[in-house]
């Protein structure tokens, strides 16, 4: 199960937002990753960096496609949710460092 989340992980590290040079997950936008046995569903619990984000549509398909290609996943739901509100501090040191923000 720990490999198929790091799987999911480097498949949604893939992802871009198409605004911001960082992927969603650095982002801090995966809220979390459940991976529900014994087939291998997947649940993402999502945001955006704003809920009038240009890509509203686009990045949880795009999170969605992505995590579907993992090799062992049978199913992808994608929960989008605005609580919390996203910040910056969500951010990892590595996209904060991508960013300029370190």
């Keep these: 199960m720990e490999n198929l989340h790091d799987k999911i992980v480097e498949a949604l ?3 871009y937002d198409p605004e911001i ?3 969603i997950y650095e ?3 995966i809220y979390d990753i459940k991976v529900i046995p014994p087939l291998n569903k997947v649940h993402l619990l999502m945001t955006l960096t704003s ?3 240009p890509s509203a549509e686009q990045l949880p ?3 969605q ?3 579907e290609l993992v090799e062992g996943v049978s199913d992808v739901e994608v929960e989008l949710t605005f609580d919390p509100p996203y910040h910056q ?3 990892s040191e590595v996209a904060k ?3 300029g923000f370190l």
């Design 13 to 15: 590290k893939t992802v």
């Design 21 to 23: 040079p960082v992927d």
């Design 27 to 29: 982002l801090g936008l």
């Design 51 to 53: 809920p009038n984000c």
């Design 61 to 63: 398909e795009d999170a």
């Design 65 to 67: 496609r992505a995590v």
């Design 89 to 91: 501090d969500m951010m």
């Design 97 to 99: 460092l991508e960013l």
